[in-house]
């Protein structure tokens, strides 16, 4: 019997606890299944030729021989790309929403309300804009490659906007922030009252 000992690493070198390291062959399948410790070593047992597989769930997974293999496993992180479709509660695509990911990177939705972008296994996504309730969702490995995600409406959020010049005022109810600056520019120098 061969005996490995191995030390499982990120590609920044930090160890891997919780990696799965399974020998296995042909004829009798999987023969010893352990895992790494917090330093990220585990000792794993088989025949020279038996194969020799080293996997974790953030992680992707590689193949060895037994005899083959040397004492530094080096894993990278298990990355996929996901399609954000971001509507609101009327169905209509939500623009300029933005969707970004706990460890890597983001991106705002396009014309259709759609979002490409490359997550981890268990990462947190959040979408959110200025008019909708902030959205969380994590990637687990059942995570479709598209997500619909619906955005309801934050307007009870909104306060009453005072605008004013010389004691006389403009009262905006919560309409949303782009209405009320169109309004303002569009009162510009005459400040009135408008009943909505």
Do not use: C
């Amino acid at each position: 019997m061969l005996v490995r000992v191995l030390i499982v690493s990120d590609t920044n070198g930090n160890p891997i606890e919780g990696a799965k390291a399974e020998t296995w062959n042909e004829g009798n399948g999987v023969l010893y299944t352990k895992f790494s410790d917090a330093t990220g070593r585990v000792s794993i047992g088989g025949q020279p030729n038996d194969r020799l597989t080293i996997s974790h769930p953030n992680f992707g997974k590689q193949n060895y021989r037994l005899k083959s293999v040397r004492p530094k496993i080096i894993l990278e992180k298990f990355t996929m790309h996901k399609t954000f479709v971001i509507k609101n509660i009327d169905g209509q695509p939500v623009k300029n929403a933005h969707v970004r990911t706990s460890t890597t990177n983001g991106a705002v939705t396009n014309a259709n309300g759609v979002a490409t972008l490359s997550v981890e296994l268990q990462d947190t996504v959040t979408i959110s804009h200025l008019s909708y309730a902030t959205v969380t969702k994590t990637i687990g490995e059942n995570t479709p490659d598209q997500l619909n995600i619906t955005l309801q409406t934050k307007i009870n959020e909104l306060p009453d906007v005072v605008i004013g010049k010389k004691k006389k005022t403009v009262w905006l109810k919560p309409i949303g922030i782009g209405l009320a600056f169109l309004l303002l520019v569009a009162t510009a120098n005459k400040p009135k009252k408008i009943a909505l």
